[in-house]
């Protein structure tokens, strides 16, 4: 006959991802904060548990551990766990009735009715007894104290053996010692993902370094590069994202504006991975040598800013690859191989890999490998090329390899593609995701397309990162707009997500487009550019004055913190952030009209800020670097193509006289 | 060297219930409805089908059978399948790439765009000869059809060879023969129990059978009590619940208005189960005999009403349990069983079981043999006391354990406890449960707390059974309203939900309470009451009226098609229910001052019910029996506390002269 068990019921443990099939993400650094419902029937005293333990990577594996629950009413039970270090961690709910509680809560009931308890105290005693002996092996103390009590409450009736029995001490080493063969445990342990700081906050400049040199003919080098440093750091970026630094097969190589004949001197698409000279893990000798990209990276670091790598896992037909693994890639009955295709479109310089045909137990380690090539080069960044194009499962598995072993490492999954497989990537593990931002102007779309990613359930595992542009999209919108356009999206992108990025030419409100296309017009996918970066019409000191805003408003820097809040111009969005302590509050509001002047009457959030309604507070807007003092709920903004977004960062005076050491 | 594998993923199978641990609850005769996120990376064309089987009871269990979903647009894809029959079913997605399928897809835009595809055509040959080789086992004919094709598409390409390449025909038995070794898997099977239709259409009267003399001396028999059933059926209620029909306990027993001290011609509280002449088996011998009640409930039967019993899993201290399973209780360490309590509150006349110590080993069992003791009479509802004071496993264990061999067998859940722990009983398995209704007086939270217990989630498994009063409960309101307030709240209770029910004495407007207690005075828990049927002042034609309009229209016989509508007057309710097939239409205003007349503007849900805005359409008032023609989106009512409900079934006029047999 088996002995007494539990029957404390756990529910809708959160945050959970996929019933516990994915781990949801937050940053190391913060404390990862579980809630769950937690009942049992009858009258017991619970006692709650999050038991966490951090996973990865193996060196900083830990034992399981505790923190006790808080019951905040309704049968929902709270506690957080700290997430000191960047990796994966565990946890799950475990609860129990504390009987001794439990006993001493009805005695004193019946104590207060005045019933006989004799009986009563007999129980309890059988209690501490049972305490007394758990307690044994870990503190001969703790045993004899309870064993004490025990004794005690077998005497015969009176007051002071009641307040004995009621004695809160008592009950604290009781539940010490409570009988955890009662409990129950979740029925799933759950993951969370702790990243470094940058995968929530950061600020990407994406440049082609073989266009360093800026004259349209000569192929730049890394060495070059490291010259266009100082001019990024004075835009106040912080991650530099390269196209990818392989050589550029020769087969079928596209020339200038995607031609299908390429000049001979044409540089051919980065994308077009492989040649003679080497394939995923090697440098483009044009750019340099393996060595001159580590020269860069530091030279980069040394700029404030890190370096992103492109992973674009397809092969040029000149790949060694090719040749030399056959197994890895789909060919024909009449043995030829094939390239990518969507039909009617072709990619002829492009091959794509069988991924899950049976060279994938040797391709996907292979690949794994190019990773951590690259991770030893000193790259944590990969922004990874068409993530939706392969299958879930190889990222799922590549991401997870390489995370155990490098939990700083992050992702940016850039696939533009039905919203469900977007998500779909994030939760397998992408740290960061290209949106549809690209595509939102106007008011209500963007503020239901931001509320949605920015909020839970799909701010858990969904980081958007905000590009008004890259190098396969030049939107409609900045073609026609001027640059009122390029400073309304990018203060949009800047401020509306904690991670954004340009692609180059952006500060330089580039719009020439193919006719009729969001593709740029002589795009430097295919050609090399000669960027004049003092052109007249630049927009470098709108967008420094946005990064520097990013740097010190923490506000800015945090992701699911977005609140949009009321303009009366359907052309004007006002929304802002705070920080969870309420030390740094931001303001934004930015018209959508790239032409014209617009001006709103916005509907400050006092209660949410902490003002009273008659309260006088100072904001500092960041664009102007005025300051004013604000009093009440509204206030009128004028914003104008030259100016068209307001940061404003938000003051209250705390200070008084009585704060004054003199005082009194 | 593995062969290769599918790469679909499967998520968000809805309906799902706790990750999978809950059945859902459905109605046979029903289908199920089941939607999934599918998707996979590339451009495959992809099938997916809802595979599914029934499961119990025993004899009906089915072979997983299959139906194709259909995809409706951002990566939805839905199916249904049949739940002909009461019991449980089971049901998971699988989703597979079509190959062949989207070869020919992809083959038609390269034709189309003019493409030489000789080699593409070999590609289709060999996907053809594998459909073939698969076709093999289980049709000699099919394979044949798929080789010849094969063959034919082997040779030099030609218009014709196109043809045959893109013939749909070809396409649905190549898909038939698919390879199925690429499918995935959802990672759960799932569970949806179909109740038979009583499960969510029920109208209950409860009564003790004790009365049935209704001198208020002469205690009542079964035979007794056949005599009050043609008055029952007057009513039109379909269920009619006894409260315990066993022995009742001598020891402690409870004396008029719960008094410790019974007289000795106390008949004592029905809950008090057990005593010499048996217990939770056994027929109190003053009631009758066994086979007196089994007489009973096929005379209810013949009145058109099936009889619940009452499970209150307790026992008097004379119950024979006490003595012949001593390790099923509780005991203190005296050696004096414990008896029910809830300090200060104390329950002498009951002792609880000892639901998870060793003796639950034997306990569960006898519990599980008591309700199918009762199925064996012809019982087959069940109406559970205090549900929440016992442990959620034991439930879900006997539940299981009975409708696994009786799925007819209906369980309503007696909780008023905790939000929580009330849907936790019904995801484990309770067929019903009471609900707040019997203390949401006012618009504001009778709209809310019946809109969340009418949708989903909750509305997967909750079906929430209205009682305006209980042999427990006489509501505050009741006792001050006068009859306009039971006239209303009954209304309420019987369109609000399809499953509704009041305790007898509820048609005389029974009102007398204990003083500052929601208690009846001289309440019949513990003593005979003399119920005067004919007492002035009774609304029994008013409740008559209800329950005819709850049998003659489908909308009002469902559960989760509750919707709120606009009424000006912030004291009048407006809702409406619809049948799936929009059959019926009932529109339902219900006045919430019981003291005073009330009028309020209506908005008609025009849209809703499919009504152009200028047309005309007719309503037909069921408790006044008038027929009006309405038009337009307003109406205006005037309720009365004589008339505090409408309930309007409304019909458009469909016929026209071109219906008309001799027109044209």
Known sequence: ??????????????????????????????????????????????????????????????????????????????????????????????????????????????VDAGRDVRSELLEGAALLEGAAERARPSSAGHAQTLSDAAKKLKQPASPELIVVALSPDLAVLAGRYADRSLATQYARVLEVFADRERATHSAWYEFFPRSAVRDGKTHGTFKDAEAWLPYIQSLGFDTLYLPPIHPIGRTARKGKNNSLRAEPDDVGSPWAIGAAEGGHKAVNPALGTLEDFRHFCKAAEQHGAEVALDLAFQCSPDHPYVKEHPEWFLRRPDGTIKTAENPPKRYEDIVNFDWMGPGRETLWPELESVVLHWVQQGVRIFRVDNPHTKPLQFWEWLIRRVQDKHPEVLFLSEAFTRPKVMKALAKIGFTQSYTYFTWRNFKQELQEYLEEITHPPVSDYFRGNLWPNTPDILPEMLQRSGPGGFRLRVALAATLSSSYGI??????????????????????????????????????????????????????????????????????????????????????????????????????????????????????????????????????????????????????????????????
Chains 1, 2 share one sequence.
């Open 1 to 110: 006959m088996s002995s007494r068990i539990g029957s404390v019921v756990i529910e809708s443990v959160r945050p959970e991802l996929g019933a516990g099939r994915f781990a949801v993400k937050r940053i190391a650094g913060e404390s990862c904060t579980v809630e769950a419902d937690l009942f049992k029937e009858g009258h017991d005293v619970l006692v709650a548990v999050v038991r966490w333990r951090q996973i990865s990577p193996a060196g900083q594996e830990t034992e399981w551990a505790e923190v006790p629950m808080k019951s905040l009413g309704n049968d929902l039970w709270k506690a957080e766990f700290p997430l000191a270090r960047n990796g994966r961690y565990q946890y799950t709910v475990e609860a129990w009735p504390e009987l001794f509680a439990t006993w001493a809560s009805e005695l004193k009931r019946k």
């Open 503 to 664: 692609y180059s030419g952006y500060e330089l409100c580039e719009a020439r487009a193919l006719p009729g296309k969001e593709e740029y017009l002589d795009s430097e996918k295919y050609q090399l550019v000669a960027w004049d970066l003092e052109r007249p019409g630049h927009i470098r000191d709108w967008i420094r004055k946005l990064n520097t805003a990013r740097k010190q408003h923490r506000a800015l820097q945090l992701y699911d913190n977005l609140r949009f809040y009321r303009s009366d111009n359907e052309h004007v969005v006002f929304y802002g952030k705070r920080s969870p302590d309420g030390a740094s509050q931001v303001l934004v509001a930015v018209s959508l009209d790239p032409h014209s002047p617009q001006e709103a009457l916005l509907h400050v959030p006092l209660k949410e800020l902490g003002i009273q309604p008659d309260e006088t507070y100072q904001v500092h807007e960041l664009m102007t670097d005025e300051r004013r003092l604000w009093q009440g709920p509204t206030t009128q903004v004028r914003l104008t193509p030259d100016q068209p977004a307001a940061l404003w960062a938000v003051y209250r005076f705390r200070r008084s006289e009585q704060a004054f050491d003199y005082y009194e």
